[in-house]
């Protein structure tokens, strides 16, 4: 997938590639951005990181996913692979990657399923922020609805 960010400070292109295995399992990610910078992390066993050069990432054992700044799309693979119950709320570790400096960061996520399939809640503990997402019928993430809210 391509982004493009356009702001003021921060103006630069990316292109990134997400691999999953058929369990919605992590097994590497790639961001390149047009600025030369990239970060590249392969995950062979869930919850375990190696860098590009195959260095042990130990900062981010037990993240067993990606979360990218600027996509929503990586809520899709948690969403999917957790196959959560109406009600039910799980706390999941992440490797965050910020687009602005591809510097990762341990992250906690909150999800909660609000209707099964269909409709979740999301609170990052990084961001202090929640946010409510759409699933479609193909489950894939379908948006966000406009009860983003900081929490305090």
């Not at 790639?30 to 900062?59: L, Y």
């Not at 693979?77 to 990762?104: F, N, S, Y």
């Not at 999301?122 to 983003?148: F, K, P, Q, R």
Request: net charge neutral; proline share 4%; glycine share 8%.
């Amino acid at each position: 997938a391509v982004i493009a960010l356009s702001h003021p400070q921060d103006r630069f292109g990316a292109w990134y590639h997400l691999f999953y295995d058929d369990q919605w399992r992590i097994k590497a990610v790639s961001v390149h951005r047009t600025d030369t910078h990239w970060f590249i992390a392969n995950s062979r066993d869930p919850g375990s990181w190696t860098d590009a050069d195959g260095g042990t990432m130990k900062k981010f054992e037990g993240c067993r996913d990606v979360l990218l700044s600027t996509t929503p799309f990586t809520i899709t693979p948690i969403i999917r692979r957790l196959g959560l119950e109406q009600g039910e709320t799980v706390e999941q570790d992440v490797l965050r990657l910020p687009m602005k400096t591809l510097a990762p960061a341990r992250g906690r996520l909150q999800i909660t399923c609000l209707k099964v399939a269909s409709r979740y809640r999301v609170e990052d503990a990084t961001t202090g922020t929640e946010v409510a997402y759409n699933v479609d019928s193909d489950g894939l993430l379908a948006g966000e609805s406009a009860s983003i809210k900081r929490l305090s």
